[in-house]
């Protein structure tokens, strides 16, 4: 009898409690209705899970996508890439023609035998053959540069989900810092090199001004005023004539060759100076990659070992757990 008792108290125990319960949330739901009297004839529907329907944030839209998309673009490679591709196409467009030019002044000019500047015509016409090699090379190389950058931005990996970072691929990070860097010293010589062109245009440019100039017009010494390209040692010594004076240096600055040639090889020195400047900038964007492989390499080492060991920690659990199990 006395645990039939005490069963039957503990029920009217907690139907007391829930009444108690039933009670208050009445009391709860009677005073909301008298502060908001609109919501006593609302009606409220139980909000819908994601089994009920699809959120929309589950499927985002196109301009989510995009928005995802234009934040996996390295900006950064970006911008040295169109830098680079300019700056050679400067370059190596303005300078094939400026050195036609230049070659035909001279043969118009200061150098009436062909033998005398037959081997700068040569070598003129084998620069000319580099530069369609330069323009070539630095297509493709702006190319794998600029899908580096892409497959080293954190972005893009957000995108396209984890990824292990191998010695190769850091290998390969660390081999583009280097020939960046050298092509970055080369491409120094090559500033300095296009320079020269620009300073004996600029000589002779000068030195027609001062002709042209109204204290020198009306004297006899206009005819002293002579331009000597053979002391630039860009043809021979015995090259005839190989000097210009006075008014036949003049007519010889009004041309057309000498105006598009003298500014053509200023828009290529421009052009060997952005390409400096693009690969200095993709240096920078190499070393910063290059480290941050580095680090992702240590972080997945760190990731590696950790996993395992809570592998071995369960293993434990679990087999100590079916010990227990096998005493009891």
């Given at each position: 009898?006395?645990?039939?008792?005490?069963?039957?108290?503990?029920?009217?125990?907690?139907?007391?409690?829930?009444?108690?319960?039933?009670?208050?949330?009445?009391?709860?739901?009677?005073?909301?209705?008298?502060?908001?009297?609109?919501?006593?004839?609302?009606?409220?529907?139980?909000?819908?899970?994601?089994?009920?329907?699809?959120s929309p944030l589950s499927s985002p839209g196109c301009f989510e996508c995009c928005i995802k998309c234009l934040g996996g673009v390295?900006?950064?490679?970006?911008?040295?890439?169109?830098?680079?591709?300019?700056?050679?196409?400067?370059?190596?467009?303005?300078?094939?023609?400026?050195?036609?030019?230049?070659?035909?002044?001279?043969?118009?000019?200061?150098?009436?035998?062909?033998?005398?500047?037959?081997?700068?015509?040569?070598?003129?016409?084998?620069?000319?053959?580099?530069?369609?090699?330069?323009?070539?090379?630095?297509?493709?190389?702006?190319?794998?540069?600029?899908?580096?950058?892409?497959?080293?931005?954190?972005?893009?990996?957000?995108?396209?989900?984890?990824?292990?970072?191998?010695?190769?691929?850091?290998?390969?990070?660390?081999?583009?810092?280097?020939?960046?860097?050298?092509?970055?010293?080369?491409?120094?010589?090559?500033?300095?090199?296009?320079?020269?062109?620009?300073?004996?245009?600029?000589?002779?440019?000068?030195?027609?001004?001062?002709?042209?100039?109204?204290?020198t017009n009306g004297t006899a010494g206009v005819e002293q005023i002579c331009v000597d390209i053979r002391q630039y040692g860009i043809?021979?010594?015995?090259?005839?004539?190989?000097?210009?004076?006075?008014?036949?240096?003049?007519?010889?600055?009004?041309?057309?060759?000498?105006?598009?040639?003298?500014?053509?090889?200023?828009?290529?020195?421009?052009?060997?100076?952005?390409?400096?400047?693009?690969?200095?900038?993709?240096?920078?964007?190499?070393?910063?990659?290059?480290?941050?492989?580095?680090?992702?390499?240590?972080?997945?080492?760190?990731?590696?070992?950790?996993?395992?060991?809570?592998?071995?920690?369960?293993?434990?659990?679990?087999?100590?757990?079916?010990?227990?199990n096998s005493y009891t």
């Open positions: 009898m006395k645990p039939a008792m005490e069963t039957a108290a503990e029920e009217n125990t907690e139907q007391s409690q829930e009444r108690k319960v039933n009670s208050r949330a009445e009391m709860e739901i009677g005073r909301y209705h008298w502060m908001y009297p609109g919501s006593k004839n609302r009606q409220y529907h139980p909000v819908p899970t994601l089994g009920d329907r699809a390295p900006y950064a490679s970006l911008v040295a890439t169109i830098l680079c591709f300019s700056g050679v196409a400067l370059f190596c467009g303005c300078g094939h023609v400026a050195l036609a030019g230049t070659v035909a002044i001279l043969e118009q000019h200061f150098s009436t035998n062909t033998s005398d500047h037959a081997l700068l015509s040569e070598v003129i016409q084998l620069m000319q053959y580099v530069i369609y090699g330069i323009a070539s090379f630095f297509f493709l190389y702006g190319i794998i540069l600029l899908a580096e950058g892409f497959y080293t931005t954190s972005a893009v990996k957000e995108l396209h989900g984890e990824f292990k970072t191998t010695a190769c691929g850091r290998c390969i990070s660390g081999m583009f810092v280097f020939l960046t860097y050298v092509l970055g010293v080369a491409w120094l010589g090559v500033f300095g090199f296009s320079a020269v062109p620009v300073f004996m245009f600029y000589n002779i440019w000068s030195t027609c001004e001062v002709i042209k100039s109204p204290q043809i021979p010594w015995n090259a005839f004539p190989g000097k210009i004076c006075g008014s036949a240096l003049e007519n010889i600055c009004n041309t057309n060759e000498f105006y598009m040639s003298y500014h053509l090889f200023i828009v290529a020195c421009a052009g060997a100076g952005a390409t400096v400047i693009a690969l200095i900038h993709f240096l920078m964007i190499l070393s910063s990659n290059w480290a941050y492989l580095k680090d992702a390499s240590k972080m997945q080492a760190y990731q590696d070992i950790k996993a395992k060991e809570e592998q071995e920690l369960q293993d434990i659990q679990s087999r100590s757990k079916e010990q227990l």
